[in-house]
């Protein structure tokens, strides 16, 4: 079974939501690839994303015509709505945005999308051929957890989307059901572009596991050496482990530029999704502060402040997801490197070692030669070829974003409780005078 046969669930949903304008076909094209342009699909993506921009722009207009009648009518109303409002429109406005740069992308770069799918069918082929390795287990596997993770992630949105709607609904004079399925449909196509993220991370993370379960085997053939054993088997261990490293670095190699395509694919995508879900957080923050302030500790009071909590959840919980597998998925790369230097130390140790006889002997040292530069290139490589996540080259998607927002939210917060507590002075002093 076919990667992109194990992930056609995942990308017939994608094609309903216009992040995937691919066709699957029964037999592979030219190169092999069982991917087909679809003009309709193509069409129906653009479609979507120019009604999308036209409704994202006339929201902008609609409100900015809205706020200057109010003014010119003298319309007033308190200060904590004004912000709750304010709040509601910056949320709706950011998950628009990262709506369309989610699709713009998913249209912008479909050739990539097809060179990431056509590259990890080479890297399969080579560990197939090469290293031995069952193909089919690990897409099974694949399938199973790419399953499993959706069903998660359906359930965590359909909760707290639930209890929103709820709460929000028992708050008297409500409008909420409108802005709630004008933010809900957006909302649920980038939850599900930050899937497909999650599904391509997990694939370049199963395949450096695969790299490292190889290396720990190429360990292993040292725990028995036999010290009796003839020249020639010796030589036989010695190319077999030689030619076991160098698919190694070759399929690396691969690996690497597996990451550059994911890159391209999804890096626009991670940069708008991770900004929208850091104004989200932020806004929602300030509006749990102003009603902690203004509360009268009622249960209704109460139930406002938890449904922001729970409105800020997905998008807490989506970074949180992204910056733990990019980063572990780049850890792999380290414990490759970590692998790989300990298979230096036990070559120099001819008493431990499996692919050198405890007594020398003139037909090893030929052999041994060439086998030392590939691990010191390897390592060279490990070295300058690293693997990172790129938000489209603007930061680094790792555990260290989740320490710059953190820090980021709480400087804009204090900045903004800083804000309103000077204007509540100084609208407390000139009602005094």
Not at 152 to 157: D, K
Request: glycine letters at 6%; one cysteine or more.
């Amino acid at each position: 079974m076919d990667t992109l046969r194990a992930l056609d669930p995942l990308h017939r949903v994608c094609q309903v939501c216009n992040l995937w304008p691919w066709r699957l076909v029964p037999p592979p094209d030219t190169e092999g690839i069982l991917l087909r342009r679809s003009r309709w699909l193509e069409l129906y993506g653009w479609t979507v994303l120019t009604v999308a921009s036209g409704f994202t722009a006339y929201g902008l207009f609609r409100e900015s015509s809205v706020e200057d009648k109010s003014q010119e009518d003298g319309v007033e109303s308190s200060t904590i709505s004004n912000i709750g409002h304010t709040v509601d429109f910056i949320q709706l406005v950011g998950m628009r945005v990262a709506h369309l740069a989610a699709l713009l992308e998913a249209l912008w770069q479909r050739q990539v999308q097809r060179d990431f799918y056509a590259e990890l069918g080479e890297i399969d082929h080579q560990l197939s051929e090469a290293l031995r390795v069952d193909v089919e287990g690990v897409r099974l596997q694949m399938r199973r957890q790419t399953t499993r993770r959706a069903v998660w992630m359906l359930w965590g949105y359909a909760v707290s989307q639930f209890l929103i709607l709820g709460a929000k609904l028992l708050a008297p004079g409500h409008r909420f059901p409108v802005y709630w399925i004008s933010y809900l449909l957006p909302m649920l196509v980038c939850g599900l572009r930050y899937f497909q993220i999650f599904t391509a991370t997990q694939i370049v993370r199963q395949r450096l596991d695969v790299l490292l379960v190889a290396l720990q085997q190429l360990q292993l053939q040292q725990k028995s050496p036999a010290v009796d054993a003839e020249p020639e088997e010796h030589a036989h261990l010695e190319h077999a482990a030689m030619e076991r490293l160098m698919a190694v670095r070759l399929v690396y190699q691969r690996v690497w530029a597996l990451v550059a395509l994911l890159n391209r694919c999804y890096g626009l995508s991670m940069l708008m999704q991770v900004g929208n879900d850091f104004l989200a957080i932020t806004s929602n923050c300030y509006w749990m502060f102003l009603n902690f302030r203004q509360s009268s500790a009622s249960p209704l009071d109460i139930l406002q402040i938890v449904a922001s909590a729970l409105w800020s959840a997905p998008h807490l919980g989506n970074v949180l997801v992204l910056s733990l597998l990019c980063d572990r998925t780049a850890q792999c790369a380290t414990r490759l490197a970590l692998c790989l230097h300990q298979v230096d130390v036990d070559l120099r140790n001819e008493s431990h070692n499996a692919l050198v006889s405890t007594f020398y002997h003139s037909v090893y040292i030929p052999l041994l030669i060439p086998f030392l530069p590939q691990i010191t290139q390897f390592s060279l490589q490990l070295l300058h070829q690293r693997l990172h996540f790129s938000a489209a080259g603007f930061f680094n998607v790792d555990c260290t974003l989740l320490y710059t927002i953190v820090g980021a939210t709480t400087t804009y917060l204090i900045i903004l409780i800083q804000f309103h507590m000077s204007e509540s002075s100084m609208g407390g002093g000139s009602n005094g005078g």
